[in-house]
């Protein structure tokens, strides 16, 4: 069984930046599609941004240029950068890894972004 453990969220401010990390229990973040969710208060989870097993990555149009989705192999960590916040970016961040039929999340982690 993967286990995926985040850190990073915190509370900041408008115009600042954040780095999320997802460190996996076991190596097959380089396999499986990775990816990012976040759930704000009263919404359903939105798909944030996800990278193929190739590296190819893809964001959802509210976060483009400003978010960058990445991972270190070496270190079964995915990470989710994040500058120009703003105050709809505040949501609880998960992280996701899809591998082969399995599907694996991360406990969640907030983020606040005052204005």
């Known amino acids: 069984q993967v286990q995926l453990v985040e850190s990073g969220g915190g509370l900041v401010q408008a115009g600042g930046s954040l780095r999320l990390s997802c460190v996996a229990s076991?190596?097959?973040?380089?396999?499986?599609?990775s990816g990012w969710y976040r759930q704000a208060p009263g919404k359903q989870r939105e798909l944030v941004a996800t990278?193929?097993?190739?590296?190819?990555?893809n964001y959802v149009d509210s976060v483009k240029d400003r978010f960058t989705i990445s991972r270190d192999n070496a270190k079964n960590t995915v990470y989710l950068q994040m500058n120009s916040l703003k105050p709809e970016d505040t949501a609880v961040y998960y992280c996701?890894?899809?591998?082969?039929?399995?599907?694996?999340w991360g406990q969640g982690t907030q983020v606040t972004v005052s204005s």
């Open positions: 996701n890894l899809h591998f082969m039929t399995e599907t694996y």
């Open positions: 076991g190596s097959i973040v380089s396999s499986g599609v």
């Open positions: 990278m193929t097993s190739r590296g190819t990555t």
